[in-house]
């Protein structure tokens, strides 16, 4: 089975600090990843790169069997959603307003929206279940709301590789589930994730596998079982093992996913 | 705790402020409103033209009396038509550099062509008063000029490393602007007329339509048919662009390149509107913050309806401007500050939820 986003030995740094480091990793056909990793240790920038925003230094991005440098930005576009993890609009757009941003890749310089942009509308609402939200102003929606709308915006590309940041970030935790439950719905649909995730918890069950990337280690990637292993995770994480006096109350650490 | 009251008001007052209306009607009836604003603007003034005879010439070419002819044709309708296209232009130029801006205070001057302006229109008035071209006096051309030019300048100092930060464009807009406006007192200094020219440069700086020729008018609107279809295609880019540049570019848009060109559109529109009208503030800041609480924030669906409504304005403001004080004429500028300033404010504290209109 080919692999729809091969990362080969692909090396960034922004002016000061290095970021990867000849990182080689791939994500197969149908996949649905996790990326894990410390505050600052890359997870954005590898999502960045990997939509084409960034240019690597060295190495080599694919995607399917195409090699990333070598496609237009629109291209791209109709293959690839990088769903931010803050989306900042002035004015009040209503979430269908933004919605049809994502289909800027499809449309001619003077062109405006067809039959087949509406209907690609339409079920990228329905998919991240923000059909109902449609007619209300972005910025007056709450963050679980803005959420399912940016991951709508995302849709509309009718991407084939969904590139989440941190979706769950500032959720509360009904929220946070029904985030999950969107991630396997859009899954079973045939749309392939790769999302940055912060919370460890969530990542069992739903997510097939995980790539750690960590300024202390090099990149790994397996199966949740595989990485998420206490020993690993506290050097990825530079976290030491929590005390046997404060282990009962205290708030989650890596050390508690041992699987 | 905050957030969620800030959030709470906004939706509050969300009932009013997103009511968006169908854009067919709208644009019919401000293109009505354009009409009655012309038709009041030909019959009012000194000389009172009556409608029916106005109506009976175009119509049926019945004769006019040649004071009447020469008054409705040589100097009320190239005004009228020139205060609806510097109205129109204005405005659009607001809307783009809005856009642009992600900012609703931003003005057609933001980026520093006024300053420019106000360089070129001392130059012109102090060396070259004589000196026209096409019906334009040295005093416009050079001010149309000097604001391209500042805009440059501007645009250049501003691009650092391939890309532009919005915000330094912003700040080099204001601080060139600034620096050319007061080194236009050096050129003063020079005049010769002691005051006299400074009297007429002030009365052009405060924004006067005037009477031009039709040579003029025909120029502008020359520059006006290519500027408007370009803003269209821009419009659509201006909406993708409200999602940040890194979203924009994401989705396939040439950030850089579309910025380039909504500056020089915005600015054409500006230095078209300034070489007819000197400088006249709060129309390009107002029409499309108006339009914007009506219809929404689509700039496809805005464009036409700040054109419209930007012509409309501008053409009764100068109305207004010529007859209540007649026969002595009040700079339509000045007007304009007094009913636009308090209106800017009113508008200032209703949007004050952040993210305006």
């Known amino acids: 089975m080919s692999a729809c986003l091969t990362f080969d030995e692909v090396s960034f740094s922004f002016t000061q600090a290095k970021v990867l480091e000849r990182a080689s ?45 070598s496609m237009r930005r629109r291209e791209i576009a109709h293959e690839v959603a990088l769903v931010p993890q803050q989306l900042e609009v002035p004015f009040s757009f209503t979430v269908e307003q933004i919605v049809e941003q994502g289909r800027t890749p499809y449309l001619s310089l003077f062109g405006g929206l067809k039959m087949r942009d509406r209907h690609a509308m339409e079920r990228a609402m329905e998919l991240a279940d923000a059909t109902p939200l449609r007619h209300r102003v972005y910025n007056e929606l709450s963050g679980g709301e803005r959420q399912r709308v940016k991951i709508a915006l995302g849709l509309a590309q009718e991407p084939r590789l969904l590139l989440l940041d941190e979706p769950t970030q500032n959720l509360d935790f009904g929220r946070q589930m029904d985030l999950i439950n969107l991630i396997r719905s859009l899954h079973s649909e045939g749309i392939y994730i790769f999302a940055a995730m912060h919370d460890l918890t969530l990542i069992p069950g739903t997510f097939s596998s995980v790539v750690l990337i960590s300024p202390f280690e090099r990149l790994r990637q397996g199966s949740p079982e ?10 990825a994480f530079r976290c030491s093992p929590p005390r046997p006096s404060t282990l009962q109350h205290s708030v989650s650490t890596p050390s508690e996913f041992a699987l | 705790m905050e957030a969620e009251i800030v959030r709470f008001a906004a939706r509050e007052e969300a009932g009013s402020s997103s009511a968006r209306l169908p854009l067919g009607p709208v644009i019919a009836v401000l293109a009505a409103a354009l009409v009655i604003a012309i038709v009041l603007a ?5 000389v009172l033209i009556p409608l029916e005879s106005v109506v009976a010439f175009f119509l049926h070419s019945r004769p006019l009396a040649t004071d009447q002819r020469t008054i409705l044709l040589d100097v009320r309708l190239p005004r009228i038509v020139a205060a609806a296209m510097v109205g129109a232009a204005l405005s659009v130029a607001g809307l783009l550099f809005q856009g642009l801006f992600r900012n609703p205070l ?34 416009a051309l050079l001010a149309f000029a000097g604001s391209v030019a500042t805009i440059a300048v501007v645009y250049s100092l501003a691009r650092v490393g391939g890309t532009t930060q919005v915000v330094t464009l912003l700040l080099a807009g204001f601080a060139v602007s600034t620096m050319l406006s007061y080194s236009s007192y050096f050129v003063e200094i020079l005049d010769r007329d002691y005051g006299l020219g400074l009297r007429v440069l002030a009365s052009w700086l405060h924004g006067s339509i005037g009477v031009p020729r039709w040579t003029q008018v025909g120029v502008v609107g020359l520059l006006l048919l290519i500027a408007f279809p370009a803003s269209a295609v821009l419009a659509r880019r201006l909406n993708t662009l409200a999602l940040g540049d890194e979203y924009a570019q994401q989705l396939g848009v040439k950030v850089e ?28 800041l107002i029409v499309p913050h108006l339009a914007r609480l009506v219809m929404g924030p689509d700039h496809l669906r805005l464009l036409p309806v700040t054109a419209l409504t930007g012509a409309a304005f501008l053409v009764l403001t100068d109305t207004l401007a010529r007859t209540v004080m007649a026969p002595s004429e009040l700079p339509v500028g000045i007007l304009m500050a007094l009913i636009g300033g308090p ?15």
């Open chain 2, 106 to 139: 931003a003005d057609p001057y933001v980026i520093g062509s006024s300053g420019g302006a106000v360089l070129g229109a001392s130059v012109g008035m102090v060396l070259l008063p004589q000196v026209s071209w096409m019906g334009f006096s040295a005093i």
């Open chain 1, 226 to 235: 595989e990485i998420l292993k206490s020993d690993l995770l506290e050097r």
């Open chain 1, 25 to 69: 990793f791939s994500l197969a056909q149908g996949s649905c990843t996790a990326l894990i990793g410390p505050n600052g240790g890359g997870k954005t920038t590898l999502l960045r790169i990997a939509a084409g925003l960034l240019t690597p230094a060295s190495g080599r991005i694919l995607l399917g069997n195409h090699p990333l440098a």
């Open chain 2, 257 to 284: 390149s579309v910025r380039i060109a909504i500056i020089i559109v915005g600015s054409l529109f500006a230095a078209v509107a300034v070489s007819l009208g000197g400088l006249i503030g709060f129309v390009g």
């Open chain 2, 343 to 357: 209106f800017f404010l009113y508008l200032l504290r209703r949007t004050k939820r952040g993210y305006g209109a």
């Open chain 2, 42 to 46: 030909i019959t009012c003034g000194a």
